[in-house]
């Protein structure tokens, strides 16, 4: 009798892993270090139960591909058992990239995106595996010949995103992320090699585009949710510096050797990337939460200062702002918080931090969601009349600061 493992998922109950190549994955030390790295970074400062993790994420992700995989077959879409595996392995491991506190401190550790530090575990693994991931590596990369493979994996109705739009709202409790994945997934099909969904489902991806961009300010780029990420980039950014500019006995011993690490390698592009895999895959939250710990006994006073407010959430005030703010209105606060507290000009860049961020949930330059009209034609969503401009952008600007008593 084939064996089956299971995983009692809160989201979707009971997910079964079949007892194979996949199964194996997710046994490995790679994808294991997945459980200690969660998949909201610091959004748990605000909404308290968000601390599920990219190895939930990984396999909620993967029960939606399989319920996408045999819908398609049911609907008459030629796909072999062996490219079905393959999808599975490629949603898989599809953030396996990431590192610690996921998007947060993306490019901070080392200066490279989660997908190329992905593909790097992909090929290694493939090695490990005889093989085996040959052609989940090209489907990853879009090389494969059936795009809509590709499409599930990556692209804008992807069940990447069908599971975190449904994770992230049910952990954090915010009711407007929730979508109707399972109505969306019976709705697909395949036509002319590129994923569609069927016009009638044309409501229920309203409703996901709707959902991603209220989930964007109400949950990834709440205000509070940011300066925390924000202090915790320049906590990261200030003990590099530190390190790179003859200060290294501010930081505490029993971090400094990780510091050095993460210089090294942003300064050696991985040309052996083994040897880069076997330091970044031994990096976790804990790593970093374990660092931000010994910083508050740092003799800096910006490393003490950050890190001692991230620990006890003595976060600084953000303002945003439609506009950008003014170099007048930055110097103010910057000369503010330099009387306030004493600082140099030096140290107020790791104080008064500020830029923006933007709004997008839906793009027309590539990879748009098709439909499939009654009359058997594929139509573009946007040229769907749904009342609003669907891939309108939105910009805001924020300046961030310690709160002056």
């Known amino acids: ?194 994923l569609a969904v069927e016009e009638k489902g044309i409501y229920s991806i309203e409703k996901f585009l709707v959902s991603r961009r209220l989930m964007y300010w109400q949950v990834y780029l709440h205000k509070t949710v940011l300066s925390a990420e924000q202090m915790l980039i320049s906590t990261i950014k200030r003990a590099k510096y530190l390190m790179q500019n003859g200060k290294s006995s501010s930081i505490p011993q029993e971090v400094r050797g990780m510091f050095e690490k993460m210089i090294e390698l942003g300064k050696t592009y991985p040309e052996d990337k083994r040897a880069f895999l076997d330091v970044f895959s031994g990096w976790d939250d804990s790593d970093i939460s374990f660092a931000i710990k010994k910083f508050m006994l740092s003799d800096d006073f910006v490393l003490r200062m950050l890190s001692t407010g991230l620990m006890n959430r003595n976060l600084f005030k953000l303002e945003w702002s439609d506009e950008a703010f003014d170099d007048d209105y930055i110097n103010l606060k910057k000369q503010q918080v330099m009387e306030h507290f004493g600082t140099s000009s030096e140290e107020i860049e790791f104080l008064v931090l500020y830029g923006l961020e933007q709004n997008k949930a839906y793009t027309i330059k590539k990879d748009e969601i098709n439909i499939l009209t009654k009359a058997d034609e594929l139509i573009r969503v946007s040229q769907m009349n749904l009342g609003y401009d669907i891939d309108q952008i939105k910009i805001k600007y924020f300046i961030c600061a310690p709160k002056m008593m």
């Open 1 to 194: 009798m084939k064996k089956i493992k299971i995983f009692n998922d809160p989201v979707y109950g009971f997910i079964t892993i079949p007892d194979n190549i996949l199964l194996k994955i997710i046994d490995h030390p790679y994808f294991q270090r997945l459980r200690r790295i969660k998949q909201l970074g610091m959004t748990h400062y605000v909404y308290p139960g968000a601390l599920h993790t990219r190895f939930h994420h990984a396999l909620g992700a993967l029960h939606l591909m399989q319920q996408a995989l045999e819908v398609l077959k049911m609907k008459g879409v030629e796909i072999t058992e062996e490219e079905a595996l393959s999808t599975q392995i490629a949603i898989l491991l599809h953030d396996i990239g990431h590192g610690p506190f996921s998007h947060a401190l993306e490019y901070i550790l080392i200066d490279l995106h989660h997908e190329e530090i992905s593909g790097f575990f992909l090929k290694q693994l493939n090695e490990e595996f005889d093989g085996q991931l040959a052609m989940a590596i090209e489907i990853f990369y879009d090389r494969y010949s059936k795009p809509f493979l590709h499409q599930l994996i990556s692209g804008q109705l992807d069940m990447d995103r069908m599971d975190y739009l449904n994770r992230d709202s049910f952990f954090t409790g915010v009711s407007e992320g929730v979508i109707g994945y399972d109505r969306i997934i019976k709705m697909l099909c395949v036509k002319d090699g590129d």
